[in-house]
């Protein structure tokens, strides 16, 4: 599969352009790391790629902006001013030393379409707004989608309070430096009256559509996520002089908690995933046992259910594993986002552009990996388009997308705005 593109591919809309901009996006000042991807809410790297993105959003006939909670957004306008508005959008954070293509590429495609029909001179009995949302991943705060939230409607602001990154910079003062108050939320909120629907191109994320041969597919629904955070405190000591059977090692108890969700996981129904992420180890010295950790917990499954009784299982492990190891646990609940099914009615207008486009009938999967789309159902109905990614690789620098499958992910979409009329 190809990743590199000539720069002439920059000059006219289509996929192979969203793909080399998303190329463009994945390094240099477009990224905090050294040598890799990441992009969080708000730095620097996120801050050059709004810059950039403004501009191709204005190339392509929109005006551009950014609301009160941070999201970017392109709109080209309809037949008259008060059109309602059909949105289009992914997130533009990645998380660490991530892939060019989770999120940026369905804000990109958005980009590009509109261009396509502002090209053609074509406008529609309603707007179409590009948004670039913040934070989807939780790259920066133990909570994800904060600003689509904001603008869904949904965000409870007081569940905000002293969120703080790796650094400790307070989620407030982060807001306010950047110029946007965390007060000032609330009038990112959209109005359902005025919302036709939400759609959201992205990559699969996963094995099934290489696996069966096919460009693209149509999410009919996003799996379950809880996030937690867990604080072990047992007893620091010096590692030369504390006998083996006085010990109240944290990161003992936390490698025996991790062997315990790994195996309650592994065992439940397909569709169920968790997942430890991020440990932290206190004071983290060589010669030192481990008395304070800190890891987070990432617990999915298709359904409400299946994922709540595994998190019920994992609460159990945690306190029997801490009782016996005499250690303190505390167990803080990060994110709590149900099941969500995609629209139906515009689930069924996505797979007929899939089939017009293809000539095939579409493929329909459920998405494991979170998107803004779950957010954005609480204020208007949502469909998703899949792309097929190599081997189903994701979070990853690895991640690779095939030209010719996102110049068909942006056919179906040009399509999908045509068949409108049967719908909105
Ligand atoms: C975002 O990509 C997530 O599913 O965590
Ligand atoms: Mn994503
Ligand atoms: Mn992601």
């Known amino acids: 599969m190809v990743n590199r593109h000539p720069l002439e591919a920059m000059s006219s809309p ?35 790629s709004i810059g950039i993105i403004s501009e191709w959003m204005a190339d392509a006939g929109m005006s551009v902006r950014r609301d009160a909670a941070t999201n970017l957004i392109g709109r080209y306008e309809g037949l008259t001013s008060d059109a309602p508005v059909l949105l289009i959008g992914s997130h533009i954070d990645s998380v660490r030393d991530g892939g060019n293509y989770d999120g940026m590429l369905g804000v990109l495609l958005g980009i590009e379409v509109v261009h396509h029909f502002y090209d053609q001179g074509v406008r529609f009995p ?13 790259s920066r705060f133990p909570q994800t989608m904060i600003t689509t939230r904001a603008m869904a409607g949904g965000l409870n602001v007081s569940g905000l309070a002293g969120l703080s990154d790796r650094d400790g910079v307070i989620l407030e003062t982060a807001l306010a ?29 996963g094995p099934v559509l290489e696996a069966e041969n096919l460009a693209v597919g149509v999410v009919t629904a996003i799996a379950a996520q809880l996030r937690y955070e867990v604080r072990l405190s047992g007893q620091a000591g010096h590692a030369g002089t504390m006998a083996m059977s006085l010990r109240r090692d944290a990161l003992a108890a936390a490698a025996e908690i991790m062997i315990g969700i790994e195996h309650i996981a592994g065992a439940g129904p397909e569709g169920l995933v968790a997942t430890v992420g991020l440990l932290q180890v206190w004071p983290g010295v060589v010669n030192v046992v481990p008395g304070d950790v800190v890891f987070s917990m990432d617990i999915r499954a298709g359904t409400n259910a299946v994922r709540d009784m595994a998190a019920a299982q994992i609460m159990t492990v945690i306190e029997d594993v801490s009782a016996r190891r005499r250690v303190g646990s505390e167990i803080i609940l990060r994110q709590d986002l149900p099941a969500v099914p995609c629209d139906p009615s515009l689930t069924d207008v996505m797979a007929q552009a899939v089939e017009n486009v293809t000539g095939e009938q579409a493929r329909c999967l459920v998405s494991g990996a979170g998107h803004d789309a779950m957010i954005m159902a609480q204020l208007a109905p949502v469909s998703m388009l ?3 990614c190599r081997e189903g690789i994701s979070h990853h620098p690895a991640e690779s997308v095939r030209i010719d499958d996102v110049e068909t992910s942006f056919s179906v979409l040009k399509e999908f705005i045509q068949l409108r009329e049967g719908v909105f």
């Open 177 to 205: 430096e950047a110029g946007f108050p965390i007060s000032g939320f609330v009038g990112a909120r959209r109005e359902a009256s005025d919302v036709l629907g939400y759609i959201e191109a992205h990559i699969e994320q």
């Open 14 to 48: 289509g996929g192979a352009r969203a793909v080399a901009r998303c190329d463009r996006l994945g390094s240099g000042i477009f990224s905090d790391g050294e040598g890799l991807l990441f992009r969080p809410w708000l730095g620097k790297g996120y801050e050059a």
């Open 386 to 388: 899949f792309i097929r």
């Open 126 to 138: 309603f707007a179409i707004e590009v948004i670039g949302f913040g934070d989807e991943e939780g």
